[in-house]
């Protein structure tokens, strides 16, 4: 009788990310070794959100940019790491956070 009254929905099911290969965390205290890219976001007092794009130099620990505003599309996100890439140099490897925002929507 269920089934007849079409009460049986489907049940709504967590996407999950997909698996990656766990590396543990090791920092060289030299430059150019290890970049972490990183999003964070916040709202401001009136309710308008914003977002920043934090690049991090892992083993010397600094900050070679930060890009704020209210949308960051992977055009200006490709831009500012290659401007850091003219600056700084290559870097040997580059972490990003386990987060939504780097991984690709068409998986």
């Not at 401001?44 to 949308?71: C, K, Q």
């Amino acid at each position: 009788m269920y089934c007849q009254l079409r009460l049986n929905l489907p049940r709504w099911t967590k996407r999950w990310l997909p698996v990656r290969l766990r590396q543990p965390l090791v920092v060289v205290p030299q430059s150019n070794t290890t970049w972490a890219v990183d999003f964070m976001s916040d709202t401001l007092y009136g309710g308008r959100r914003f977002r920043t794009l934090n690049v991090l130099e892992e083993g010397v620990r600094e900050g070679l940019a930060i890009e704020i505003d209210s949308s960051l599309p992977a055009e200006r996100v490709i831009r500012v790491l290659g401007q850091v890439v003219i600056w700084r140099g290559r870097p040997r490897a580059l972490r990003l956070a386990n987060g939504h925002e780097l991984i690709p929507t068409g998986l």
